[in-house]
């Protein structure tokens, strides 16, 4: 099948051009093509450049003279092919919209691999760039199941096929991630280049990769492709009677039925779209009935976990069990006394406390037998248990605390509606709790949130408020408007980063060209003795000269070998004794020189006489003690801009020299802990750039802006003795409280948490 398929695929057209579409189909094609191009080619350029600089690095980290060939290959390979990489690309994407069919199956990057260059090459290293693949691959699709769910839907219309799902999808995240590799197989670049653009494709690209599917399914829409489809979360409720378990609840509904003849697209659980277009009715609840057996499947799951714990809590508190429990509430019963409790008391109680007020209310109407149904008092205790985990991690009295404690009853009244929310981290009400939770982290200091940022998520933890019912609707409008905000406040912090950083390998080019000035003057004195008036003109003065040539001219220039030339005269001047004059050419070439980095006339002058003659005894121009003055006055080359000199350490241990080199391998923009060893505080900084070779570090906030955080041997240190944690900045307080809540069920029921939501 798959040699066929490959076949297939070679007669497909390259080109939309030489594909035979109805007009409108091609038209609709093209716009897409237009859209994605001009994005790609946007996104694909700060990729390209930021993969160069990564290769120019860690090729001057590398370890080994090997290691710095292989880095420095890579980044020629890279530079040579910069200007096709884009294009290739693009009419790779091109070629799957030409040969637009979803039977046709996926190209597999590996099995070609394989079918090419044989399988002995199919090494240890190729293994991890699939890997890698196919993993950033597989997050954006979770992340971005809703859209990818609408376009497959479209696709499909197109095609006049069943929908696509997310692997068919010529815009979907794997087959732009096939399309990202065979680019860079066309180019032939090495493995370096290659993993070094797939991070930074992920990284950079990717970022905005939500933002590109939702102009494409409004362009979609635009061309008339099913204007109207939309997603309508279904509620998932077991049967609360014996009628809705009967065979005539089970009989297939039509709707459903027509539905099922379009096939299932890729995407999130719990949600069904349905559109009206042209007077027909495209519908997906046969993809909905999938969702919602998921759902079940993982809410189920959860359940027999929360048996385990009470059975264990049973243990330890033995008590007979309740005889007066006759009567269950329905569901809609326990919605609609949330919405009374909610009206009569806006302030957000604990999870646990609206359930005692819940039943207690229910009892004074059903009497005292009244208990919840199983699944809603699951859910309940699930929530409780989420929000106790999650306050640990928050800070009193800050703005995402207050926050997070204004979701918590609507977001109970999702929950008890749409059991997915505990299933997939996807849900939009999660990624809205998310990101409103970061705001009050314990690891977020309160420079890290500003007025436009905090206005985004007061917005949308009031437009959920306003709805009584706590709608899913609602949480995915809240949530697709601060998603929105958010990226656009990305592009902001983006634009002050890349300031910062620039910055920062100014300041690093500045001390590495102090570094080689100091040394080159060191070098050229030798074993001499200087005067020790005219060594402080040397290190002062004339090093400042030193390095300014560098940073405009580099060493390979005349300009830098003709002054190395001239200090060597100089330190011939002052250590021979000569009386002789000074050639005019030698002080003109010196006072120019000096005068290139801020010295007056008078100054420069003074200085070039004192040091081409060696005497520092001369007031003709300007006294000795004069010119003392003036020099301490003055601000060096760099010097406001410059980081303070470290401190005389001890040596690394083993350990320290290890966590080092590991900060050095670190990628640009790794998220990492500090840990304030006074009061066991921690900020949550990125690591965005460093240099191996000064030890300057750059540490900046979510909103790009520098915090102090020491050099990279201090980081070194605090890393090897756990005062510094790598951390995965995607995941925030209420993915990392959920985390935290089913490790813990696990633990009780003594089984591996595994990979589970």
Not at 89 to 112: F, K, M, N, V
């Amino acid at each position: 099948m798959a040699t066929t398929g490959s076949m297939q695929h070679d007669l497909r057209p390259k080109s939309l051009a030489a594909a035979t579409f109805p007009r409108r189909v091609k038209r609709a094609l093209e716009n897409m093509l237009t859209i994605a191009s001009a994005e790609l080619h946007r996104q694909m350029q700060t990729v390209l450049i930021e993969s160069e600089q990564d290769l120019a690095r860690r090729s001057e980290r590398a370890q080994t003279a090997h290691m710095r060939d292989l880095y420095n290959l890579a980044l020629r390979k890279l530079r040579d092919s910069a200007t096709r990489f884009t294009p290739e690309l693009l009419a790779d994407l091109e070629g799957r919209l030409a040969g637009l069919h979803p039977q046709l199956p996926r190209p597999d990057i590996a099995s070609q691999h394989i079918a090419n260059h044989g399988l002995s090459l199919v090494d240890d290293e190729s293994a991890d760039e699939y890997a890698v693949l196919y993993e950033l691959s597989a997050r954006h699709e979770v992340r971005n199941s809703l859209a990818l769910q609408l376009m497959g839907q479209r696709f499909g219309v197109l095609a006049g096929s069943p929908a696509f799902d997310a692997e068919h999808l010529p815009f979907g995240p794997h087959a732009m991630g096939d399309a990202l590799h065979q680019a860079c197989h066309e180019l032939s670049l090495p493995l370096e280049a290659r993993l070094s653009i797939y991070h930074f494709y992920d990284k950079t690209a990717m970022a905005y990769y939500s933002t590109l599917l939702e102009a494409l399914n409004a362009r979609l829409a635009d061309d008339g492709i099913l204007p109207h489809l939309s997603f309508v979360p279904v509620r998932v409720r077991p049967a609360s009677s014996p009628a809705e378990t009967s065979p005539a609840a089970t009989k297939p509904d039509p709707v459903a039925a027509s539905g099922a003849a379009g096939g299932a697209g890729g995407g999130g659980a719990g949600a069904r779209a349905h559109s009206n277009a042209g007077g027909g009715n495209v519908s997906t609840a046969s993809s909905a009935s999938g969702f919602a057996a998921a759902a079940r499947s993982g809410f189920a799951a959860l359940q027999g976990l929360l048996a385990k714990r009470r059975t264990l809590l049973a243990k330890l508190r033995p008590g007979g069990a309740d005889e007066r429990v006759r009567e269950a509430l329905p569901g809609s019963d326990v919605l609609s006394a949330l919405k009374r409790l909610r009206s009569a008391n806006p302030k957000q109680n604990a999870v646990a406390e609206i359930r005692q007020n819940l039943l207690a209310q229910a009892r004074q109407s059903h009497g005292r037998g009244v208990k919840l149904v199983d699944d809603d008092d699951d859910s309940f205790e699930l929530l409780d248990m989420f929000h106790t985990q999650l306050n640990r991690d928050l800070r009193p009295g800050t703005p995402g605390d207050a926050l997070v404690q204004r979701l918590r009853m609507p977001l109970l009244q999702l929950a008890l509606r749409d059991h997915n929310f505990f299933v997939d981290p996807a849900h939009p009400a999660r990624m809205l709790l998310d990101a409103v939770s970061a705001a009050g982290a314990r690891w977020s200091a309160d420079d890290d949130l500003d007025a436009p940022m905090l206005d985004l998520l007061r917005q949308a933890v009031e437009s959920v408020q306003q709805d009584p019912d706590a709608n899913p609707e609602t949480f995915i409008a809240a949530n697709n408007a601060l998603q929105t905000g958010l990226q656009s406040q990305a592009r902001k912090v983006e634009i002050a980063e890349r300031r910062q950083i620039d910055a920062a390998r100014g300041r690093d080019k500045l001390e590495l060209a102090r570094l080689q000035a100091n040394a080159e003057i060191a070098a050229i004195v030798g074993e001499r003795s200087l005067p020790k008036f005219s060594a402080t003109l040397f290190d002062q003065a004339w090093a400042d000269a030193l390095t300014l040539s560098l940073l405009r001219n580099g060493e390979e220039s005349d300009v830098w070998r003709k002054l190395r030339s001239t200090t060597a005269q100089l330190v011939d001047a002052c250590t021979s004794g000569s009386s002789d004059e000074p050639d005019p050419d030698l002080l003109a070439s010196v006072q120019e020189s000096l005068g290139l980095v801020g010295y007056h006339d008078d100054d420069a002058a003074a200085i070039a006489r004192m040091l081409a003659s060696g005497r520092s005894d001369d007031t003709a121009l300007v006294s000795r003690t004069e010119l003392i003055m003036q020099m301490k006055s003055r601000a060096r080359l760099g010097e406001q801009s410059s980081p303070q000199s470290a401190p005389n350490r001890a040596p690394r241990t083993e350990a320290e020299q290890a966590a080092w080199e590991r900060l050095c391998a670190m990628p640009e923009g790794s998220w990492i802990e500090i840990v304030d060893a006074a009061d066991n505080t921690v900020r949550r900084v990125k690591l965005a750039w460093l240099s191996a070779r000064t030890g300057q570090t750059l540490l900046l906030n979510r909103r790009g802006q520098r915090v102090n955080g020491g050099d990279l041997d201090t980081l070194a240190r605090q890393y090897a003795r756990g005062g510094l944690r790598v951390v995965d900045d995607g995941t925030g307080p209420a993915e990392l409280a959920w985390q935290g809540v089913l490790a813990n069920l696990h633990r009780i029921a003594g089984s591996d948490p595994g990979r589970s939501n």
